[in-house]
């Protein structure tokens, strides 16, 4: 079945470098959302999409850290010139409507040198 | 900001004992819902609460939504070597859009 797929799985960069994360939700869902989870912790919100358009960024760490949506579909998390406080497992999670539980991908394991 | 307070943090059991877990806050949450994730593998959904006093059952799950709004608990029958994992409760804020506070999380681990 089509859940929600992230990729990569694992990507360790260096320090400085900049990382694109990216997420298939399920097809026909309009929202997305991004949460990050430090080892051994919770997950921490970072934003949300409907459709297009992102209208919480409120958890974006810094202004390192932006991430779009196209076409309603595939999104994209950018973080810049990355920090080593910036290794964390990141998923993806879609709703079929705001309202509609949240399906969530495996995520992508980022280690940064 | 709202924050959840999960414990135990982690539970050591034996296979066949009942296990029970908890979270509360000080803030006050519309639905709460309770995930496990399994090592290198996102959430999965197990029960969502919609209504303060709410007590739903999936299986030899149990979960209650607090009167209070502020609290829920989980428990699990009977355990089996397969509810070993991260089990994470989360309250969901309605700010345009479904934004989920997650617990710190509870490690199960079954002796068989």
């Known amino acids: 079945g089509a859940g929600v797929s992230q990729s990569p799985s694992n990507k360790v960069t260096e320090k400085g470098k900049d990382v694109e994360l990216r997420c298939d939700p399920i097809?026909?869902?309009?929202?997305l959302y991004w949460y990050r989870q430090s080892l051994g912790q919770g997950l921490e919100f970072l934003i949300y999409?409907?459709?297009?358009?992102?209208?919480?960024k409120s958890g974006l760490p810094s202004d390192r850290f932006s991430a779009e949506r196209t076409g309603g579909s595939v999104s994209t998390l950018t973080i810049q010139r990355t920090q080593q406080e910036d290794s964390a497992v990141y998923l993806c999670a879609s709703s079929l409507a705001w309202n509609q539980p949240q399906h969530f991908g495996d995520g992508t394991r980022l280690s940064i040198l | 900001g709202q924050q959840l307070n999960q414990s135990p943090q982690s539970m050591f059991i034996q296979e066949g004992e009942d296990v029970s877990m908890n979270c509360t806050s000080s803030s006050i949450f519309n639905t709460w819902l309770w995930y496990k994730q399994d090592p290198g593998e996102g959430p999965v959904l197990l029960i969502a609460?919609?209504?303060?006093?709410e007590l739903t059952s999936n299986g030899r799950l149990t979960a209650q939504f607090g009167i209070t709004r502020k609290d829920s608990f989980l428990n699990i029958s009977a355990s089996i070597p397969s509810d070993v994992g991260i089990y994470f409760c989360a309250g969901v804020i309605i700010q345009g859009a479904q934004k989920l506070v997650f617990g710190q999380g509870t490690r199960l681990t079954i002796n068989p």
């Open positions: 609460l919609y209504k303060a006093g």
């Open positions: 999409f409907q459709g297009n358009s992102a209208p919480d």
């Open positions: 097809s026909g869902h309009t929202a």
